[in-house]
């Protein structure tokens, strides 16, 4: 009796990891941006006054998460459930201009939006910045 009480939970177990994972497709286990969104091009040239009003921004907004060099450990990242993306990643600098907008614009819990927050103009600045933290 014993051992079929065990025999069923190690077969629950299993079912529970097969279906979870035939229930998670690739694009919720990473966030992928449509891709008209990911084909807009950045209208701020990444020039000086460009990179500082970003950087601005970042430490301001973003840091406290994505940690000042961008490698995900701000002090508020341990309290968030999930590591924040580290802009120094190839799958993040491979990333369009325009995705990383398109997630800064809508967020996706824990991350806010900013669409309401920042302006186009702002959000393209942190993007600029954003490039300079992969290098």
Not at 80 to 93: D, M, N, T, V
Request: glycine content about 8%; some cysteine.
């Amino acid at each position: 009796m014993r051992i079929r009480f065990y025999q069923c939970l190690i077969f629950l177990a299993i079912l529970a990891v097969l279906l979870g994972l035939t229930l998670v497709s690739p694009a919720e286990q990473y966030w992928v941006a449509p891709a008209e969104e990911a084909q807009k091009k950045n209208p701020v040239a990444p020039d000086k006054s460009s990179l500082g009003a970003g950087e601005k921004i970042y430490l301001k907004r973003c840091a406290s998460c994505h940690g000042k060099t961008g490698n995900g450990d701000g002090p508020d990242a341990v309290d968030l459930g999930i590591h924040p993306a580290k802009f120094s990643e190839p799958a993040l600098r491979n990333e369009s201009d325009g995705a990383l907008f398109w997630k800064v614009t809508v967020g996706r819990k824990p991350m806010p939006d900013y669409g309401r927050k920042l302006s186009p103009n702002d959000r393209w600045n942190v993007i600029n910045y954003l490039r300079t933290l992969s290098k």
